[in-house]
């Protein structure tokens, strides 16, 4: 006879008759694989955005004075870049625009979005196309909001919209002593949707946010103030910035110096800092429940392997007495206990990615926790019932047979 | 030609228990050797030093006239040559009835079940194949312990009270059984109190303290 028929017969026998440590076995698979995936997302989030995002190495910069109104010229610009640890720095005003998909018939009802310069600090809210990297996002390109004109984000991804902006091409001292800007005639601009971005993921700027490259945003904003970029830069200044800071390390650093110079400053990494313990509360759980499967089938298969030594010496008497040799019980009992195992990891696993679906979605799921999984549990209860498995191949046929 | 020799065998248990001393006993093809003696003579140690589930203190057992060493050496020669039938009958409970009397066939799957079906039917409890062990009365499973010691041609029979428990009717039915293996040229060795063996065995010896007479 096949071993694994034995097998199999004993397998069965246990799930109908000891199932309590294998439902144990299931259930707490099932919650490694409910609970590994949103804790590995969040550590995977936590990385990116502490590394390749920008989200984490971002900051932003407020002027900071008694009359709310000292602006961030270009001066003011350059001697941040110079900070120790910053990267770069972008004037970040944001202006209301209206909005209009270039083949839309509805063109005398334009949305109203808030333009915002593309910094390293949006990619990471990109659902839709490729521009991951804000160097890419060229002049004629634009980035929307998901569900912009009522169109899904693939019928967005590549179609020009139009933008409504009145540029200034110069302004001029009058002779009254006053300025006067020269242009202000509204222009249709032709941007590309380059990609679109997820409102829900609650955006740094709120909803109806719309993505510019740096340079254009900033001429978008010189012409809504009716006057020009080099203006701006040189006198007037900009109401806010974002400096990109080398590594989410230094951003503590960098916020530092910002309020040394007078400078009101803010970062995600502030804020998450305040969540971190719950993050790593989330992280240990997730990590422990994984070594408390291995931990408890080790225990398990002591327990079981103990257990059925002592229940079934009759029985691998009988065994001994038909002539199957040590190796071959050894591999008869270990087989049954990996079986018991697997079983339950399979179970585990497939109730666990059933469970983590309809909670979190099926992104939530985790493929390498649940392929290693799936023999963990089975070894594990080798490996702790191999002291009672030796015992029982060791012992003499005729003092196994006396046990009955 | 002897089938089983076991010559001058002493068995003791932990140095100072001495259940067999000096034993001696031969058993040929076709014949039927009734042990008797009390309880606690020795007749299940004798057994299972000639079934090779233990080795003598001092003395030689033979099977086949190959004298056995090793111990997988003994479970290779219990595996071909030797079939056993138990005082109470074991069975894996998680096995169906016809797959326990399988256990010791090397044949392939279809192979095994046919002929296990076959020493069933021979046994009349071919009805009980596909039913678990534990639904079986006493005379059943002694007859299913019986088709499954035939299930790999053994060419010695070794029972150890098969009788026990039965009623009258079931005993003689067990007997007979074990007196027809003698007849297909199989030596058999049957250890019982079962009088009604003198009918059936072809020699009967006795073992009284570790000692065996009648031989």
């Known amino acids: 006879m096949r071993d694994s028929r034995l097998i199999r017969g004993e397998l069965l026998r246990t799930l109908r008759r000891h199932w309590a440590m294998p439902l144990f076995l299931v259930l707490l698979v099932g919650f490694v694989v409910v609970a590994r995936g949103p804790v590995a997302d969040a550590r995977a989030s936590a990385t990116a955005l502490g590394t390749g995002d920008g989200s984490l190495r971002t900051v932003s910069v407020w002027a900071n004075t008694p009359d709310g109104r000292t602006p961030l010229t270009g001066k003011r610009i350059r001697e941040i870049g110079r900070l120790p640890g910053v990267v770069a720095v972008t004037p970040y005003d944001s202006d209301s625009v209206e909005v209009y998909l270039a083949d839309d018939q509805k063109r005398d009802d334009p949305r109203v979005l808030t333009l915002h310069p593309w910094t390293a600090a949006h990619p990471r809210l990109v659902s839709h196309g490729d521009s991951t990297d804000p160097e890419r996002l060229a002049a004629n390109e634009i980035v929307l909001a998901d569900g912009f004109a009522g169109r899904s984000a693939r019928q967005l991804v590549g179609r020009e919209v139009v933008v409504l902006h009145t540029p200034i091409e110069r302004v001029e001292r009058s002779p009254d002593g006053g300025e006067a800007a020269h242009g202000g005639e509204p222009r249709e601009l032709r941007l590309t949707i380059a990609a679109v971005h997820d409102d829900s993921l609650g955006s740094l700027d709120g909803p109806g946010s719309a993505y510019v490259n740096p340079k254009l945003a900033a001429e978008l904003h010189a012409g809504s103030r009716a006057t020009t970029v080099e203006r701006l830069y040189a006198t007037e200044g900009f109401d806010s910035l974002q400096v990109e800071v080398g590594s989410a390390e230094q951003v503590g650093d960098v916020q530092r110096q910002l309020r040394e110079a007078g400078l009101y400053s803010a970062s995600i990494t502030s804020q998450l800092r305040a969540l971190s313990p719950a993050l790593s509360l989330l992280d240990t759980v997730g990590s422990v429940a994984l070594w408390l499967v291995v931990g408890l089938a080790l225990v398990f298969g002591l327990a079981m392997g103990t257990q059925r030594v002592r229940s079934r010496l009759p029985e691998i008497g009988l065994l001994k007495a038909l002539g199957f040799s040590e190796g071959r019980i050894f591999r008869v009992l270990a087989g049954e206990l990996f079986a018991v195992g697997s079983v339950a990891a399979l179970l585990g696993v497939s109730l666990g990615a059933l469970v983590a679906v309809v909670v979190s979605g099926a992104a939530s799921l985790q493929p390498l926790t649940m392929a290693l999984l799936l023999p963990l549990p089975g070894t594990a209860l080798v490996v702790g019932a191999l002291i009672p498995l030796s015992y029982a191949r060791r012992l003499p046929p005729d003092s196994v047979l006396r046990h009955g | ?215």
């Not at chain 2, 140095?15 to 006993?25: A, E, K, N, P």
């Not at chain 2, 040929?28 to 606690?40: A, C, D, H, Q, Y």
């Not at chain 2, 005379?139 to 098969?162: H, K, S």
């Open chain 2, 1 to 215: 030609m002897t089938l089983l020799e076991i010559d001058s065998v002493t068995k003791e248990f932990d140095g100072d228990l001495t259940v067999l001393r000096d034993v001696s006993l031969t058993v040929r093809p076709g014949e039927l050797v009734w042990l008797r003696g009390r309880s606690g003579a020795g007749k299940t140690t004798l057994l299972s030093l000639a079934g090779l589930l233990s080795s003598p203190t001092h003395g030689t057992v033979r099977v086949d006239g190959a004298e056995v060493g090793t111990a997988s050496r003994a479970a290779e020669v219990r595996r071909s040559r030797i079939g056993f039938v138990f005082q109470k009958p074991l069975f894996l409970p998680a096995l169906s009835t016809v797959d326990n009397v399988m256990l010791p066939s090397p044949l392939p799957h279809s192979e095994a079940r046919a002929a296990a079906d076959q020493l069933l039917t021979r046994f009349d409890v071919g009805s009980r194949a596909d039913h678990r062990p534990g639904l079986l009365s006493g005379g059943e499973a002694q007859r299913v312990a019986l088709a499954r010691a035939l299930m790999n041609d053994p060419a010695l029979v070794l029972a150890d009270e098969p009788t026990a428990g039965l009623d009258a009717e079931t005993a003689a039915l067990v007997r007979t059984h074990l007196a027809e293996l003698a007849h297909e040229q199989r030596a058999v060795v049957v250890a019982s109190h079962d009088d009604g063996f003198a009918d059936v065995a072809t020699r009967s010896v006795t073992l009284r303290n570790g000692e065996l007479t009648d031989a």
